[in-house]
């Protein structure tokens, strides 16, 4: 759930969107992760970005099929897409000076703060947006799992 990245900075100044999701596993693509994949393709396709996906669970096995056919409705090139699976606990992952994160979930939201800042400090400029799809918030949560989740809600 909650954890590090490790950010590998590059020197590309090419525009690359990252979705972060906990995974593709076949058993996991359905409703909200389908979802959440279909808008990912439209806006990197609309965007021209290179895109990938970086999985935050350990699990290895993914669905290719789906995301070829994914990827062939919003018009994107399905093996233009990296998959980057989760292989350590503080999980290295690469970052360029136009990277933008886009977090599934908000436990990825809040894994994905710190690495945005560290893009700030590393690149300067203006601070790259973190797009949160915010599908699972409910105030009337229990306590304790609001307290958990209300900071990726109020992400600035």
């Keep these: 759930m909650l954890h590090p990245y490790a950010a590998q900075f590059e020197d590309d100044d090419s525009f690359r969107l990252s979705l972060v999701l906990p995974s593709i596993a076949p058993s996991s693509l359905f409703g909200g992760v389908a979802t ?14 290179r895109m990938r996906f970086v999985l935050d669970d350990f699990q290895r096995s993914f669905d290719r099929a ?10 994107v090139d399905p ?6 699976p989760r292989t350590a606990k503080a999980q290295p992952i690469v970052v360029g000076r136009n990277d933008v994160f886009i977090a599934y979930d908000w436990w990825s939201a ?6 945005v800042g560290s893009q700030l400090a590393r690149f300067g400029g203006d601070r790259k947006p973190l797009i949160y799809l ?13 307290l958990i989740c209300s900071p990726a809600w109020r992400l600035r």
């Design 134 to 146: 915010m599908r699972e918030y409910s105030r009337r949560s229990t306590p304790c799992r609001r």
């Design 36 to 49: 959440g994949l279909d808008i990912f393709m439209e806006c990197g396709r609309r965007a021209n970005a």
């Design 66 to 75: 789906f995301l070829e056919r994914s990827a062939a409705l919003a018009g």
């Design 79 to 84: 093996s233009s897409i990296a998959i980057c």
């Design 110 to 115: 809040l894994n994905l703060r710190p690495l």
